[in-house]
């Protein structure tokens, strides 16, 4: 919508936020607190759950839908942090909405190991407890997608920094963060070969 006009008729805002859920910041205040044309919309786009009314930005399952699509806990309430199936279901849609997540979740093992196996720079918003953590590092290197300061082996403990299959896995991935691993390695002729690329 773009001459910001205020829809006001219920029919014609559940066709806008079908097509796009943008639409519902367009929407009258008593069509924004209509559960069904907020449904509508945060299926198209999660982050329509903004322009819902406060009593909709608390309805577990509008939140659920929203995100699927969007990382929406800036401005829902902050019960849903630390609810753990919509964590679980939030990181493996988004891996990043673990930064959200109540520091419980974050060192929460199987929340953690969700995350990083959807996107391993996931890693840096886990406890640093799980970053000594073998298996949840190897998952994340081996999903790490590579871009600048964010790579899963940086925020790896230092003992997994020196395991030679963490780092194998790494480097595989993503080449140039050979530099993260401990010196041995670093100076590892196969590992360095592969680094080189």
């Not at 001459?3 to 859920?21: F, H, P, Q, S």
């Not at 891996?95 to 199987?110: F, G, H, I, P, Q």
């Not at 790490?144 to 299959?165: I, K, P, T, V, Y």
């Not at 790494?170 to 070969?193: G, H, T, Y």
């Amino acid at each position: 919508m773009t001459d910001n006009k205020i829809i006001t008729d219920r029919e014609e805002i559940l066709e806008a936020v079908k097509k796009d859920g943008f639409a519902l910041k367009d929407a009258s205040e008593s069509l924004k607190a209509d559960r069904e044309v907020v449904l509508e919309a945060v299926r198209n786009y999660g982050d329509a759950l903004k322009f819902a009314d406060e009593a909709l930005q608390a309805d577990r399952e509008l939140v659920i839908e929203a995100l699927k699509t969007f990382v929406v806990f800036d401005y829902v309430d902050d019960s849903f942090r630390s609810d753990r199936e919509l964590v679980l279901e939030a990181v493996r849609s988004i891996a990043t909405a673990l930064y959200y997540a109540d520091e419980s979740l974050k060192a929460d093992r199987d929340v953690v190991l969700e995350a990083v196996k959807n996107d391993g720079r996931a890693l840096q918003f886990a406890d640093e407890s799980l970053w000594a953590d073998r298996e949840v590092v190897l998952e994340a290197v081996k999903t790490d997608e590579g871009l600048e300061e964010e790579e899963a082996l940086m925020f790896a403990d230092e003992s997994l920094q020196a395991d030679r299959e963490v780092v194998l896995a790494a480097v595989k991935q993503c080449p140039w963060v050979l530099e993260f691993a401990s010196e041995e390695l670093q100076n590892d002729p196969e590992l360095k070969k592969l680094a080189e690329g």
